[in-house]
């Protein structure tokens, strides 16, 4: 006897391939529900985990090692995989608009595509300078800067990075680890931080600590220094170079700038008429239901809780995997929902660049009660252990 095909009842929509969203799509394929079609758009197949990018960036995990295939996920999940970029959301019919001429029909819709840094205020930032993320561009101008050096290990390379929170910071350590053991002969690296202090997001003695590292290393810090412009002073494409301006008058010349400033959102969300922060966040409840359209979720850098926000990290992006998911769920079957708070205490592990991590816990903005440990193999060792075991889990379903 041929069994009916249940009909669709409700589409669920997600948008972005976030830490979140893979949490979410790997337990739908575990807790399917019948009657409801699942549909992923993200702009790219695979994503990457902020856990294990700056090892990659340093030639520690391969691209494999460190990313998330997201279609495999999608077939686990039964879901249909849009690769395309939301441009736009039309909240009155409920539906998402791609670049590519894709609308898509949605009952309840989430939201995890993550944050960009901030350059619009920069003079010559947008053109001249790689944003860290999306990660899939980052690591495109990554390799080719490896590439042509690798073939010219001797001529001198200036890097630039504008940001000196953690994702500057470790970015400067792996990039000066990768470079040095191909090796470079005349390397400089500057890192520029427009507070006096770097990784303000944390505690006075965690802080402390990377300073030391940074300037052990021979890593150039301008602290209390704002960039201001970037202009070209060579057209020679073989041979970039550029003039960092800052508003203190400090003028510096590299071949690369990258730019891992304070996070900011897409335009399209405040454009759809979502309530969201000065920043274009979207806010959410302890639900992680927007405030304004209670058919929409948010979770990750993207979203900002109002009654209990955290710093835009990954770990906080990994925690509300499970309670979106439930919640999802839950909306989906009329049922109430559950409200989730974020951890307050918690645990940093950072790279150092050499196969090294220091810890560091504390509550949410580690102003208070933190425990720092200095670089140690065994704290890398133990790290990496986490990353892997969370990279496992979305392989071989």
Same mark, same amino acid.
């Given at each position: 006897m041929q069994q009916k095909t249940q009909p669709i009842v409700k589409n669920l929509v997600?948008?972005?391939?976030?830490h979140s969203h893979a949490i979410v799509m790997k337990m739908f394929g575990m807790k399917p529900l019948t009657g409801v079609r699942?549909?992923?758009i993200t702009a790219a197949s695979e994503t990457a985990y902020s856990g294990m990018l700056p090892g990659?960036?340093?030639g520690f995990y391969s691209h494999k090692e460190c990313h998330i295939d997201l279609r495999p996920l999608a077939n686990f999940a039964q879901a249909q995989l849009y690769i395309d970029t939301v441009v736009a959301l039309d909240l009155k019919n409920n539906k998402v608009l791609c670049a590519n001429g894709l609308v898509v029909d949605f009952d309840v819709l989430s939201i995890d595509i993550g944050?960009?840094?901030?350059?619009? %205020? *920069?003079?010559?930032a947008a053109e001249y300078a790689i944003a860290a993320k999306p990660v899939s561009q980052l690591l495109e101008h990554w390799d080719e800067l490896i590439a042509a050096v690798s073939k010219?290990?001797?001529e001198?390379?200036?890097i630039a990075i504008a940001g000196g929170g953690a994702g500057g910071v470790e970015l400067a350590l792996s990039m000066q680890s990768r470079l040095q053991r191909i090796p470079i002969q005349n390397l400089e690296i500057h890192l520029f931080q427009r507070g006096q202090e770097l990784m303000p997001n944390y505690h006075q003695s965690v802080r402390h600590q990377i300073q030391q590292i940074l300037t052990n290393r021979g890593i150039k810090l301008h602290l209390?220094? %704002? *960039?201001?412009?970037?202009?070209?002073?060579?057209?020679?494409?073989a041979k970039e170079i550029f003039e960092i301006k800052c508003e203190s008058g400090l003028t510096v010349?590299?071949?690369?700038i990258f730019w891992v400033t304070q996070a900011s959102a897409p335009e399209w969300l405040k454009n759809a008429g979502l309530g969201t922060d000065e920043q274009g966040f979207i806010l959410v409840e302890d639900t992680l239901q927007s405030q304004t359209h209670p058919q929409i979720f948010a979770a990750g850098d993207i979203a900002t809780m109002v009654n209990h926000p955290r710093p835009k990290a990954g770990v906080f992006a990994v925690r509300q995997g499970k309670p979106l998911f439930e919640n999802l769920q839950r909306i989906l079957l009329d049922k109430s929902l559950k409200p989730y708070r974020p951890q307050k205490q918690y645990l940093s592990l950072i790279g150092t660049g050499d196969k090294r991590a220091m810890s560091a816990t504390g509550n949410a903005y580690a102003t208070r009660g933190t425990f720092t440990l200095p670089p140690h193999k065994l704290l890398w060792c133990y790290k990496d252990w986490i990353d892997r075991r969370f990279i496992e889990g979305f392989r071989n379903f």
């Open positions: 997600l948008i972005g391939g976030g699942l549909t992923l990659h960036i340093a944050s960009t840094p901030a350059r619009i %205020s *920069v003079s010559g010219n290990p001797q001198q390379i200036s209390g220094e %704002s *960039v201001c412009k970037i202009a070209p002073k060579t057209h020679n494409k010349e590299c071949n690369k």
